[in-house]
């Protein structure tokens, strides 16, 4: 079956560092990518999506390639800020929204000033 | 864009009591609405897919007759907790299908509601 495996956090970082959130997945088909970030007390929100091989989803600043010869879809953003403090959340998924979705265990993320 | 609200956001109720959730698609119709448990420091977990109008469809180990599923409209699925314990108690997070025109067709998440059984 589908399983995404993600770093446990949480991840300490200061204000304007580089992040990396790893990512890798297991998975039968050509499924979608997602990441996924809930920030403290609200829901999850949709922060990026790639749909095949070799798309890069993009979104605020994060970015994430779909790498299919190594199952990955690492989440990177050059310079965070306070306000990305949040859990993030990779996920694979059909292409259809009425397929599930199958997420990674959340990595929390908490930048310091 | 696409808005899902839940209500209650948060819930404590008695051991042996039931509770009903609510999932509403604000600004979309939604013909599919997915059920969510989440553990603290876990993942969601699906729980049911719901389709509007028909009978919900549970993961395997979800307790069809201790999580009732209704989605009686194409704005509103409800979850209700039957006879909830201790160990029920978690956070509870549904989604709906959104097909707008012009946008992908994707899932958006509720905020959530925190269920609490004393």
């Known amino acids: 079956g589908n399983s995404v495996t993600q770093m446990e956090g949480p991840v300490t970082l200061s204000e304007e560092a580089f992040l990396t959130i790893n990512c890798t997945y297991t998975?039968?088909?050509?499924?979608?990518l997602f990441w996924y970030v809930q920030y403290p007390g609200e829901g999850l929100q949709l922060l990026l999506k790639a749909t095949k091989a070799d798309d890069k989803g993009s979104n605020k600043g994060f970015e994430a390639t779909y790498r299919k010869e190594t199952t990955s879809f690492h989440l990177e953003k050059g310079s965070v800020q306070v306000s990305d403090s949040a859990v993030y959340f990779c996920?694979?998924?059909?292409?259809?929204?009425?397929?599930?979705?199958?997420f990674g265990t959340g990595t929390k993320l908490q930048v310091i000033p | 864009g696409a808005v899902v609200s839940q209500h209650p956001s948060r819930v404590i109720c008695k051991s042996g009591t039931s509770v009903k959730i609510e999932c509403r698609s604000l600004d979309f119709q939604a013909t599919t609405m997915f059920w969510y448990r989440q553990f603290p420091k876990k993942s969601l977990m699906l729980m049911a897919t719901s389709n509007e109008g028909s009978k919900a469809t549970y993961e395997q180990g979800v307790e069809k007759d201790k999580f009732l599923i209704n989605h009686a409209s194409l704005t509103l699925s409800t979850l209700t907790v039957t006879s909830a314990h201790p160990e029920d108690s978690s956070f509870y997070i549904c989604s709906a299908r959104a097909l707008l025109a012009g946008a992908m067709d994707t899932q958006y998440f509720g905020p959530g509601t925190r269920l609490t059984v004393l």
């Open positions: 998975a039968t088909g050509y499924p979608s």
């Open positions: 996920a694979l998924g059909g292409n259809g929204g009425y397929q599930k979705v199958t």
